[in-house]
């Protein structure tokens, strides 16, 4: 046990994957190429199984964020795959970068309690219902792009990159309501 708590293995091992990863990546890549549907469809099958894996074991924030991170991971997927000054892709990856964040701080603000019951219920309409209205927004201004190239509402810096900006207020809220959960304790 003395072993693995050692400062050599706790820094060594990560370096070692690292040299392992970067030695082996070319030959994986390789000899993965006929079955890349599978490759696709794994996080898929993983992540379903996380899932039944918390429902097991009663872990709903387990089952929660395999949620989440199912539904990113589809819009990703189904969404995301162009450049970002295409059509509503820019629009699309701003909704998922606050988004996704914002979801996975739910966990910490809930208690535990299993995707069985009303709150489960709860949290898949309260997912559902983003998901709608992100689809809405997106509509709304693939309909109104001739309009917002004239008058622009979400002008695009293309020497800056909004996302420390939006990590910045989100970790704000983060340390806000934990603060505000351990004044409340």
Request: proline share 5%.
């Amino acid at each position: 046990m003395g072993l693995l708590r050692s400062s050599v293995v706790r820094m060594g091992t990560p370096i070692a994957l690292l040299l392992l990863l970067a030695v082996g990546y070319q030959p994986l890549i390789t000899s993965l190429a006929p079955y890349y549907n599978l490759v696709y469809a794994a996080p898929y099958f993983l992540l379903l199984n996380a899932l039944l894996l918390s429902h097991l074991f009663k872990s709903a924030r387990v089952g929660m964020m395999v949620i989440i991170l199912l539904v990113g991971y589809t819009v990703i997927l189904t969404r995301l795959q162009s450049p970002l000054d295409q059509g509503t892709t820019y629009l699309e990856y701003l909704l998922l970068a606050v988004a996704l964040p914002i979801n996975l701080l739910y966990m910490i603000i809930i208690r535990d309690q299993k995707l069985t019951s009303r709150f489960g219920l709860l949290f898949f309409l309260a997912i559902g219902m983003e998901i709608g209205w992100c689809a809405l927004m997106v509509q709304q201004f693939g309909e109104l792009s001739l309009y917002l190239q004239h008058h622009p509402v979400l002008v695009r810096a293309t020497s800056i990159s909004p996302m420390p900006l939006l990590l910045i207020v989100l970790l704000s809220i983060l340390v806000c309501v934990s603060t505000i959960r351990l004044c409340a304790k």
